[in-house]
């Protein structure tokens, strides 16, 4: 299994706090997903990253923001949660090699925004 | 844009019965498609992928051929069991190769 540890595993938080989620990987890839997952939707990609402090936007990218700064890191953060943003939140990383080597995810973070 | 489509669930079967899955996709060239499982409380696994077009991925006896002229990529399985009830994701990377784009699933319940 690919070495992908997501924190905090279940999180309950209010209207208005600020959320972070850390996303950690020792396969030292270069790419790095953020996604959320809400019945009916499927996945849906939030950030990316391709490298240390190189991310760019996903299609679901309002209200949240993410940072790299080292390359087995990746944070994702509600500045101000909302009850929208209760989902359950998955990190994945693409395997090295070819350019469409496929995903391997961690197993998620449950967030509730009351 | 890139989109992919699949059957809405949820989808029950006896056990021993045969499985189909479908999914199409839209997209500009010819990507990667794949084919995902999430067990309960789980992430998602690879299931099985294929590159390119006529390509059959296959595992734990589930399989898919990459159909370019209907742009499908329909999972099946001849005999499924109870330990196959899960949901499946089916999804493709954009031509750009970054980003990878997924269907809304189908949860598939199977009894003994």
């Known amino acids: 299994d690919a070495g992908i540890t997501q924190s905090p595993r279940h999180k309950v938080t209010e209207t208005g706090t600020p959320v972070t989620l850390r996303c950690h990987q020792t396969e030292n890839h270069r790419y790095m997903y953020w996604y959320r997952q809400d019945p009916g939707h499927g996945l849906r990609l939030i950030h990316y990253s391709y490298g240390v402090k190189d991310t760019d936007k996903g299609e679901v990218s309002d209200g949240y923001s993410v940072s790299r700064s080292k390359t087995e890191d990746f944070l994702l953060t509600l500045e101000s949660a909302t009850s929208s943003q209760t989902s359950v939140y998955f990190c994945a990383i693409r395997g090295e090699g070819a350019y469409n080597s496929p995903l391997h995810f961690g197993n998620g973070t449950r967030l509730t925004v009351t | 844009g890139d989109s992919v489509t699949q059957m809405e669930g949820p989808v029950t079967l006896s056990e021993e019965a045969f499985l189909t899955i479908n999914c199409t996709y839209t997209?500009?060239?010819?990507?990667?498609l794949f084919w995902y499982v999430q067990y309960p409380g789980e992430g998602l696994q690879l299931l099985l992928k294929a590159t390119k077009a006529d390509d059959k991925g296959s595992n734990k006896g589930f399989e898919a051929t990459y159909r370019k002229e209907t742009t499908s990529f329909h999972l099946e399985k001849g005999s499924v069991q109870v330990s196959d009830s899960a949901v499946y994701f089916c999804a493709h990377y954009n031509n750009a190769g970054n980003m990878l784009t997924f269907g809304g699933g189908t949860r598939l319940m199977v009894k003994p």
């Open positions: 997209a500009t060239g010819y990507p990667s």
